[in-house]
Nanobody, 114 residues
Framework: QVQLTESGGGLVQAGGSLRLSCAAS????????MGWYRQAPGKQRELVAR???????NYADSVKGRFTISRVNARKTVYLQMDSLKPEDTAVYYC????????WGQGTQVTVSS
């Protein structure tokens, strides 16, 4: 059974920083990519950042220059460093693992106050 354990969400003032972590456990044959998505109330889930096993990254335009995604392949762990946070970054953030199947974390709340 595959499990994704997320941590690092919380409440922060605008301009502040948070670091999200997601560790995958269980039997995953090969991870192709790991990423973070977010969903704000009344909106669709959207990609925030994604990193492949080779280290290639892509970001949503709204977070470029402020967020940094990284991963440790051997630990099946992905991180999202979020700096210069804005109130519009408020959402539930979900970890995603792409392998033969897609796996999702339970979500962690990020709230940015103005």
């Amino acid at each position: 059974q595959v499990q994704l354990t997320e941590s690092g969400g919380g409440l922060v003032q605008a301009g502040g920083s948070l670091r999200l972590s997601c560790a995958a456990s269980g039997s995953i044959f090969r991870i192709n990519a790991m990423g973070w998505y977010r969903q704000a109330p009344g909106k669709q889930r959207e990609l925030v950042a994604r990193i492949t096993s080779g280290g290639s990254t892509n970001y949503a335009d709204s977070v470029k220059g402020r967020f940094t995604i990284s991963r440790v392949n051997a630990r099946k762990t992905v991180y999202l460093q979020m700096d210069s946070l804005k109130p519009e970054d408020t959402a539930v953030y979900y970890c995603n693992v792409e392998s033969r199947y897609d796996y999702w974390g339970q979500g962690t709340q990020v709230t940015v106050s103005s």
